[in-house]
Nanobody
Framework: QVQLVESGGDLVQPGGSLTLSCEMSGIIFHNALLGWYRQAPGKQRELVAK???????NYVDSVKGRFTIFRSNAESTISLQMRNLKFEDTAVYYC?????????????????WGQGTQVTVSS
């Protein structure tokens, strides 16, 4: 059974920083393509960062240079370091697999999702 547990979301001012964490179980972690998704109010869930088995990462244009995704195969976790946060980063953030060749900003459907973690950027 796949379990995804996200944490680290908070209320932060514009320009602030946060680091999100995701614990994953029930998957073969070291072989998995993984990513962070977010869903803003009234919008579809979108893929914002992905990381391959070797650690190669890609980002949606809106977060490039501000977000960094990491993975720890030893701990079966991924994290998302977010800097210089903007109002438009406000969303619920989720971790999950990504399909091979996933397109940044796209929506992907899986049968399992965690509860997500809320990031609110507000002054």
């Amino acid at each position: 059974q796949v379990q995804l547990v996200e944490s680290g979301g908070d209320l932060v001012q514009p320009g602030g920083s946060l680091t999100l964490s995701c614990e994953m179980s029930g998957i073969i972690f070291h072989n998995a393509l993984l990513g962070w998704y977010r869903q803003a109010p009234g919008k579809q869930r979108e893929l914002v960062a992905k990381i391959g088995m070797s650690g190669a990462a890609n980002y949606v244009d809106s977060v490039k240079g501000r977000f960094t995704i990491f993975r720890s195969n030893a701990e079966s976790t991924i994290s998302l370091q977010m800097r210089n946060l903007k109002f438009e980063d406000t969303a619920v953030y989720y971790c999950n697999h990504t399909p091979p060749g996933a397109t940044m900003g796209a929506t992907y459907n899986y049968d399992y999702w965690g509860q997500g973690t809320q990031v609110t950027v507000s002054s």
